[in-house]
């Protein structure tokens, strides 16, 4: 049995250098390949990685099922919409990548904002704003959008055990004028947060991947356990919480739509209140995933540790036919 630990530790070793070298290869290329051409390799990709990585493409499958309920939607009209939300997983990644080569000015303009006007709202209350997110669209391109006008930002992220991959990742958001705050070790965490939300600065959390295991709420028909930390953290730090995600449309134009402050419950009893806002803040996850299903790209744990408990509803304002025409 001991024999078996260091043939582990290499095989982890060995996919962790090459998931550093592929990203940096990867990053390395953007700029020296024709852009016609970088298109071309990544609807490929989309298309090959699709294929080949069977627990991403079930994940995805999952994600459908849940945000558009297995009663109305046929199987065959399910993989079409997760192998849309794929697509755009991968190419959100090329987005990304060549936004490290890119002016601020030139990110701004290729990235549209609605509703600029709620974040600016929020933060003259001086206290802070937590960029209130999911992973939709190309969410990846959040934080160098707004770092890109001048906002200080911050991003909350799970980093990789390796400390090598961390350290390129973080390297890269840091070249788009982003910090990182890791989500471990969580008080360490919380204090940078809360730091942050002092000086009136923003942090983005995307609390739509659930812990395994426990269960505190029900998510689009599905009983997960979401963490309390954005909503405890919300309360502690007085700072606004404002939604926002980045989706793109049938010709791939990116948006960043932000809404209005989310109006907290205050009460004075703070288990209430944070039991209250958790419900909430999940409503508006809710609404999120429903109104984008086909951009919705959790790439979360796997799915035994939720349970599936259906509704008999089509979400509303959903156009199944339109959803299908838009990545075919």
Request: hydrophobic share 45%; aromatic share 10%; glycine share 6%.
């Amino acid at each position: 049995m001991k024999d078996r630990f260091p043939l582990k530790k290499f095989r982890y070793w060995l996919l962790y250098r090459t998931a550093e070298y592929c990203l940096r290869a990867f990053v390395f290329l953007v700029p020296r390949i024709p852009p016609r051409l970088l298109v071309l390799i990544t609807s490929a990709v989309a298309r090959l990685t699709f294929v080949i990585l069977p627990r991403y493409r079930k994940l995805m499958e999952e994600n459908v099922s849940m945000a558009m309920s297995d009663q109305f939607l046929p199987v065959e009209r399910r993989k079409t919409v997760a192998r849309m939300a794929w697509r755009n997983f991968v190419w959100g990644l090329y987005e990304t990548a060549c936004a490290l080569y890119t002016s601020r000015d030139a990110i701004c303009a290729s990235v549209a904002i609605e509703g600029e006007e709620y974040l600016k709202r929020a933060l003259e209350k001086g206290k802070g704003v937590i960029a209130f997110g999911a992973h939709l669209g190309n969410f990846t391109m959040i934080a160098p959008r707004l770092a890109a006008a001048g906002y200080p930002f911050s991003i909350v992220a799970k980093h990789p055990p390796d400390q090598r991959l961390t350290r390129l990742i973080d390297g890269y958001r840091a070249k788009v004028g982003v910090k990182t705050i890791s989500a471990k070790p969580r008080r360490q965490a919380a204090r940078q947060i809360l730091d942050a939300l002092r000086r009136n600065e923003l942090v983005l959390v995307l609390p739509d991947v659930f812990k395994s295991g426990r269960v505190n709420a029900q998510f689009l028909g599905s009983a997960v356990y979401v963490r309390r930390g954005p909503v405890t953290l919300a309360l502690r730090a007085g700072a606004a919480v404002v939604p926002m995600v980045l989706t793109r449309d049938a010709e791939d134009r990116l948006t960043l739509r932000i809404s209005s402050e989310i109006d907290l419950i205050k009460t004075g009893d703070l288990q209430e209140d944070v039991a209250a806002n958790l419900a909430l803040f999940i409503r508006h996850l809710e609404g999120m995933v429903r109104r984008y299903p086909d951009q919705w790209c959790r790439l979360g744990p796997p799915s035994k540790n939720v349970r599936p408990m259906f509704a008999d509803f089509v979400p509303p304002g959903l156009d199944l036919k339109e959803v299908k025409e838009r990545r075919s």
